[in-house]
């Protein structure tokens, strides 16, 4: 059963922090490398952040959040996590996390809104 819980999610100003955290089951944490998307609204979900479960967790960054957020993992508890500092309201949107390529199950993913 492939479970995923995101949360951490908020309403902060543009230039805040927040720090997102999503529970997998290890059936699609454990071999994969982990990803978090975003759909902001009237768009499509792109993903924006994503690390390997091996290599010492190889990260890459879409353009638009690079320098801003940082992704990690925590093996041992099956968690992915999302820094994201220096927000803009264009940051604004749905956050979920998957494997990379992404499955067919989505959690209910957690809410980011900035302000400007």
């Known amino acids: 059963q492939v479970i995923l819980v995101e949360s951490g999610g908020g309403l902060v100003q543009a230039g805040g922090s927040l720090r997102l955290s999503c529970a997998a089951s290890g059936s699609i944490f454990r071999l994969n490398t982990m990803g978090w998307y975003r759909q902001a609204p009237g768009k499509q979900r792109e993903m924006v952040a994503s690390?390997?479960?091996?290599?010492?967790?190889?990260?890459n960054y879409a353009d638009s959040v690079r320098g801003r957020f940082t992704i990690s993992r925590d093996n041992a508890k099956y968690t992915v996590y999302l820094q994201m500092n220096s927000l803009k309201p264009e940051d604004t949107g749905v956050y979920y996390c998957?494997?990379?390529?992404?499955?067919?199950?989505w959690g209910q993913g957690t809410q980011v809104t900035v302000s400007s």
């Open positions: 998957n494997a990379v390529p992404y499955t067919g199950h």
């Open positions: 690390i390997t479960s091996s290599g010492g967790g190889i990260t």
